[in-house]
């Protein structure tokens, strides 16, 4: 599945003000390992992004998401599925 | 280099190192004598025992002693054995038909704790294709429950019924099976749940409601069931947990259903199946405790007695504390030097609260987290309340 521009756009906006000053942000981005995200501001951003798109986002698929793309990639497939 | 399994500890050594600058109680707690119910010897002081959940202060009432050593000299210390196997003794038995007739509910499941009930109810009641809708503010044993089941898991946001009632509707085209869990009172700040609102959400969805009433239970109703007797809306709560290790003063959890399958719980859940039963004392002094709880409604005038004067205390001092008044009151503070110094500042005082660091503490905030009991004596709450004004300075 190839990345949707308009949603990477959205979620780089949610996820801009969590991240430090200066840090370039892109789809190959680790939340974690590069962001530095704790737990806490993990579920900031996924609240924020459930608002936005209108969805629920499990926590069972978090596992799978290590960089801004996977992430991406799961609010497709939840966007998708309708 | 050859990496180890120990590697990734090192991040919370360094954090404990840290925390250990600040203060060097914080990993060295230990009770060594323990003195009643509301007072211990902690590291060579005599402290009084404000963030205990002993709050009937029930854990060394003599009639639940007494219990417990006639259980042991009978039955032995322990089972040694899965409920499944030998390990359901008469006691067991008589202690699920106590709580089933307490709750006025059909039927019980005793655990061996608080957190296994958790684990059990949820790994086992909802399954994958299925959704547990939880409060995000709640316990860790219930997000490892969620985990251990395969449901597919969803939050919403703490204590915001209208939060839920969007996520109920987000499902309606699934036609799934729905379970909504909150909690009656919340570990951390002490705040109720909206038990109506989320009652009527869930009712207008068709979902199914456990409440975990661990903290709740001998402390809120008139009879002492909860916040869902408190709220007036049992007969909408499903599933009822909770654990015997706080107003109980015990060890232990349960489950409570008008849900005749509740039983059939049992021969599928793995946390009920293979672990040991709780030994005959425990059952023991349980069973007396929730005769005591049921029957003896002014310890729960005590609790609270203690708990108004213990908040309305901390608010005139300026603390910033949970929303409402409840035996949990917690201070929460913003800048960890400053939590460590007050925390310190009571211990020194002959006063032991919680000191709870994120990211166990709801918004990323540390807390100072107390809690009040129907056994601290006013003179005991006057010294807790007289430690906190002088530690404020």
């Known amino acids: 599945m190839e990345l949707d521009a308009k949603i990477l756009k959205e979620i780089l906006e949610i996820i801009a003000p969590f991240v430090p000053a200066g840090q370039q942000v892109s789809e190959g981005t680790d939340m974690v390992a590069d962001l530095g995200l704790d737990s806490l501001k993990v579920m900031k951003i996924v609240e924020n992004v459930e608002d936005s798109f209108d969805i629920s986002i499990p926590l069972n698929i978090l596992p799978e998401v290590r960089t801004v793309g996977d992430f991406v990639m799961q609010i497709q497939k939840i966007t998708g599925e309708g | 280099m050859t990496m180890t ?28 004598e323990i003195i009643s119910g509301t007072e211990a010897i902690v590291n060579g002081r005599r402290m ?8 009937l202060g ?51 499941i005793v655990f061996s704790t608080g957190y296994i009930a958790n684990l059990a109810m ?18 860790a044993s219930i997000y490892d429950g969620c985990r251990l089941g395969g449901a597919e898991v969803i939050r919403f946001r703490h204590n915001d019924a209208a939060d839920l009632e969007k996520r109920l509707g987000r499902l309606e085209q699934r036609n799934t099976n729905v379970l909504v869990v909150a909690e009656g009172l919340y570990s951390m700040l002490g705040d109720r749940a909206p038990l109506a609102d989320i009652v009527a959400v869930k009712q207008k969805y068709g979902a199914y409601l456990m409440v975990d009433e661990a903290h709740s239970l001998g402390v809120l109703g008139e009879n002492g069931r909860g916040l869902a007797e408190e709220a007036g809306v049992e007969e909408g709560v499903d599933f009822v947990v909770g654990t015997f290790s706080k107003s109980l003063g015990a060890i232990g959890g349960f489950c409570v259903s008008n849900h005749p399958e509740l ?9 009920y199946v293979f672990t040991a039963s709780s030994s005959p004392s425990i059952i023991a002094s349980t069973r007396k405790a929730l005769q005591i709880l049921s029957t003896q409604s002014q310890l729960r005038q005590r609790l609270w007695d203690n708990a108004n004067l213990l908040y309305s205390t901390l608010q005139e001092l300026g603390l910033a504390l949970g929303p409402e008044v409840s035996p949990i009151i917690a201070a929460r503070f913003e800048d960890m030097q400053e939590v460590f110094a007050f925390w310190s500042g009571l211990l020194q005082r002959g006063v032991y609260v919680n000191l709870v660091l994120p ?24 010294t807790i309340c007289r430690a906190f004004k002088e530690a404020i300075g």
């Open chain 2, 48 to 55: 009084i025992l404000a963030g205990s959940n002993n709050y």
């Open chain 2, 58 to 108: 029930l854990s060394f009432n003599a009639d639940c002693i007494e219990a417990a050593c006639q259980a042991a000299r009978e039955e032995g210390t322990g089972t040694t054995g899965s409920r499944m196997a030998n390990g359901t003794f008469s006691g067991h038995v008589a202690l699920e038909k106590e709580l089933a007739e307490y709750f006025n509910r059909r039927g019980t």
């Open chain 2, 359 to 382: 990211p166990a503490t709801p918004d990323g905030r540390c807390l100072l987290r107390c809690s009040v009991s129907a056994g601290h004596t006013p003179e005991q709450m006057e």
């Open chain 2, 122 to 139: 949820l790994s086992t009641l909802v399954g994958p294709g299925e959704v547990i809708l939880l409060d995000a503010d709640c316990h």
């Open chain 2, 263 to 271: 039983n059939l719980v049992r021969y599928a859940s793995r946390p």
């Open chain 2, 5 to 32: 399994i120990f590697d990734k500890f090192q991040q919370l050594a360094a954090a404990r190192q840290q925390l250990e600058q600040h203060a060097s109680d914080f990993f060295n707690v230990v009770v060594e």
